[in-house]
């Protein structure tokens, strides 16, 4: 399985971040499978943000999940994250992640500055 981040890279506070994560090598719909969206800010460690299982339930960060929504296309094998309210300390590279019981893969990251 592979994945591919994308995004817009810098984006204003008060704005919101939209990315994608292209899905090559397996399909998101494959049983146990989750989706996750996971993002690192600098000097910081690995924080998850929310999840979306191959049946569609979602998951969210309960500090993040006002202003947060994952989504998928299954035609497109895609997955993507919406977050509002953007704020400087949103600040992070963005990690699409993808796990079973037995696997678990990652993107490269996305790098997201928040900054006016």
């Known amino acids: 399985v592979q994945l591919q981040e994308s995004g817009p890279g810098l984006v204003k506070p008060s704005q919101t971040l939209s990315l994608t994560c292209t899905v090559s090598?397996?399909?998101?719909?494959?049983?146990?499978?989750?989706w996750s969206w996971i993002r690192q800010p600098p000097g910081k460690s690995l924080e998850w943000i929310t999840s979306i299982g191959y049946s569609g339930t979602t998951y969210y960060s309960p500090s993040l999940k006002s202003r947060t929504t994952i989504s998928r296309d299954s035609a497109k094998n895609t997955v993507y994250l919406q977050m509002n309210s953007l704020k400087p300390e949103d600040t992070a590279v963005y990690y699409c992640n993808a796990q079973d019981f037995r696997d678990n893969y990652w993107g490269q990251g996305t790098q997201v500055t928040v900054s006016s």
């Open positions: 090598g397996g399909s998101i719909t494959t049983a146990g499978y989750y």
